[in-house]
Each structure stands twice: as C-alpha cells, then as structure tokens.
C-alpha cells in the first residue's frame, strides 16, 4: 500500500478477488418477488426473460462469497482500487478529534460507483450471447457507466432517461453517447407505458419507476434483448462490496475499526457496497453506527412503509417487499437526481427494519452547504448525492467534537460533481428550495399498496 498519511492506495494485485454475499446471513431471510397480477411468488424463470441466469443465480445464491470472473478484474483494474482518503483538511475545519475517511469512487472512468455493477452485468449478459440491453437512468450517472461497460464488451445499451435530468444533464447524455450509447428522455413515445403516462401532463418530469417501466417493456419484447438495473437488487449490492472490501483491507493495516459508517440512499448499492464487509463486525457484537443518507424531499428509510410494493410506475416488474413511498409517488425535482426513488433495496430494507442500519434524511440545502465544506477543505467536487453522506459525516465528526470522542468515521464518496454544475448554480443564485414530504403522503402511499400480505402468509 502506498500511502503519505492522508491518501491510501492500494495496488491493482489488491484488487478484492470475491465479492461478498450477505443473503445468508440477514436476520431476517428475504422475501420471494411477486407476481403483481395475483400476488404469487415469481419463479426464478419466469425473470429469465429480462435477466441473464447467472445474474439471477447471484441474486438468491447463499454462497458466502461469490468469485470475480478474471475479465472483470481486468476491467475494475482500469480504476481500481480506488482511493481511501484520511480527509485531514475537513477534521482541521471542523476542529474534531474523528479521524474522517473516505473511498473516493468518484475516480472511476463516469465519476461514480456504478461501473463496479455495469462491468459484470454486461459481461454475463454478453456471456450469455445477449446483443443488447435497456436500462433507465436519473441523473445520468447509471447510463454512463452501462454505456462505457457496454463498449468494453461490444453491446448496444439503450437508456431511458427521466426527462429533467434529461434537460439539466446534457453533457451526461453526450457522454453516453461517447462511450456508444442510445439515449431517450422518459417518458417516451417509444413504448406503450411511456405513451399511456404522457396522456397526463404531471407525469412529464418523470421518475425512475416510468423509466425502468419503459425499459423492462422494450427489453421484454425484442428478441436478444435483456434489462439491467443499476441498484435495489441483491446482486448489484453483491459487486457494489468491492469498494467495502477494500476500505476495509486498507483500515485493517492500519488497525483501526470505524465506528460510524455512511452512504447516501437512492435505492441502496453505494451504501450497501460500503456497509456489507462491515456488518459482520455488528453481527459479531461490535458497536458501529450504519447510516443511510437520504434526502428529506425522498426519505424511502425514513418515512416510507415496509410493504410489498411495485418497483415501476407500469407494474410490469415484480413485487418486492422493501420500504416505499408508494410506486406512483413522484418525488419533487431536488438536484441529487440519483435519490430519487420511491423505493429501497430488499437487503438494505431488511437491514433496516431489524434495526442494524438506521437512516437520516436530509435538507437539500444541508447537503450543499456540506459538499461546499468538502470542496473547499478536501478539494474535490461531490456529487450532489454523495453530499448527503458528507452531511451525515460532518454531523457525526461535530458530535465527535462535542463530547470529545475520538471516533472513526467512514463514508463513501459516491461520485464526484463535475456534470452538476447546473445544480451548483442554482444553489448560488438561491434557487435550490427545501422540500420535506408530507405526512399526509405516507397514507396515501399505503392506500396505493397492492393487496397481497394475504396470500404470501397462506
Ligand atoms: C446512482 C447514484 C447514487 C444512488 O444510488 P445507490 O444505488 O443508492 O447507490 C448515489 N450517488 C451517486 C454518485 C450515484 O450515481
């Protein structure tokens, strides 16, 4: 490892050879998908019209650890292993006695985590002789990294993308296309749910649930074509344990244990990838606080009900038991476009429920007050997303300051700003507004839910 005190790197032979699989050992065993039509569990096959069979074998596998095939590892070694920053600028300014890391992953080649999911889901989808696949993305950042994963592997990728990002990120579309990609704002006119959705003007905007509704119609009716989701699912949380792995491989040799753990929320594979290699120290009795950063305006952990829910406005794909604020909820226009979902990964949701993580949600304007803190002590640019977990970790450190405690904080930088200049604007001419989601939402949300309890307990 080399390493001047501040910046840990470590080298390509360091590289985690395995990802690590949770499944096993949640508290509670996951939930079976459901058939949304009438509420029966969804046979593993039946999912082989949208997915690949070894994702799929990832996604219930209970083996603990699961092998990165050797032409992933070539590919995660044009950027990993990523940074583990000791953020000794920010401690100086928050006059805190924590030792503030954080695994900068906004090194990758699109800025962000998400290539650690993209690689493998288009290798065992080109393994499996698949020529293209569809995708939605929020804020770009899920688009990229398919697009440049589809070009080291020779596939088409198709991304719809929700139509404000669409308009406020027009250089991440271009960037999409750069690596190859094919971009269309959702919802669209190129499938029956985006024609249907655009019948109502409110639904304009967009959201994740429309997109990935167009996307899964698309890849369910041409032949050759697969979907691929970059978060929520088991086995993208699954590759996502990379960047845990190896803040852990670099803290252990320095033979510290952090105390609080942090990701932002969006559906949950950046803050799961984090926070799964660290759990097992929980489970084994050590006290680590886990924090899921969520905005306020989206607060899936915070406010949302654990339910069975849609996972897409069109309710084309199954049911999955996880924290939602209700499939049709359309989360205002706040700028971290990647949080924007209603609803949360199962394993984050389980975690969640059986008290092992809790969430914090958060003011807009909190976020980039603390991501100009960081830009201007660490010098990096966040994502407005990964702002949330630097709010979350200057909380902490200023907590730390307070009652004089020496803590270990760790957080992951999930990508970095460069293509949110435009939400960096509209905080300085005082345009960005505080939205908290009203009370009244969570029972109109419960009202929404499929009824389906009953025949899951039968
Ligand atoms: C997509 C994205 C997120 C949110 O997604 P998760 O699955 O919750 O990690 C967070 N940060 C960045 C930079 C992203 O691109």
Redesign the pocket.
Known sequence: MKSDGRIFQLSTRDIPKKWININPDLPEPLSPFLNPADGTPVPLEAMQALFPESLLAQEVSMEREIEIPEDILETYSLYRPTPLVRARFLERALDTPAKIFFKN??VSPT????PNTAIPQVYYNHRAGIKKLTTET??G??GS?LSFAGSRFGMDIRVFMVRVSYEQKPYRRVMMQTYGGNVVASPSEQTEVGRRLLQDETNRPGSLGMAISEAVELAGREEGTNYAL???LNH?LLH?TVIGQEAKQVLDGLGLKPDVVI???????????MAIPFLYDKMAGRDIDFVASEPLACPTLSKGLYAYDYGDAGKYIPLAKMYTLGHDFVPPSVH?G??R?HGA?PIVSILKHSGLIRAEALRQMETFEAALLFARTEGIIP?P??AHAIASAIRAAKACRERDEEKVILFNL???GHFDMASYQAYFSGGLEDFEYPEEEVRRAEAQLPRVEMKVNA
């Open positions: 992953e906004g800025g962000s985590h998400k929020g804020a950042q899920w990294a970059g978060s929520v993208v996502q990701g932002c929320h969006g559906g949950g594979s950046n803050f799961g990838g971290a990647g949080l979902y990964s994502a997303e990964s999930s990508g970095h």
